[in-house]
């Protein structure tokens, strides 16, 4: 599971990557099962960056994949719209460890790729 030390690390990460690149987001971190473990909103970011962040990051987290697959799914199959809390919009990325999904990171401010960009800096911290 998640620690609050796995959490600062990741935001930390992942907020560093904004930063870099002068982009104000905010970085949402759900445990496994999509409760909301830390939120961060970096200055300029609207207040809405939180709730779609969060959405994203559930989205990874409950379904195991990120929302940018979900989005490539929808593609052929608009059916999938109907599937119930999913958002199909990239910038959602579950946090795989050991072969195990512990969580997931969302990522909104930015263009979608860039979102998860973001979101891909901070889970790569675990990996260290």
Known sequence: MLTLEDCRKISAAAETEARKNNWNVCIAILDDGGHLLHLIRMD?????????????????????????????RIRTRPELLRMPEITPVQGGLPIMVEGGCVGGVGVSGVQSHEDEQIAKAGIDTLAQ
């Open 44 to 72: 300029g970011a609207s207040p809405a960056n939180a709730r779609i962040a969060a959405e994203k990051g559930r989205t990874a987290a409950e379904s195991r994949r990120s929302t940018a697959a979900w989005q490539e």
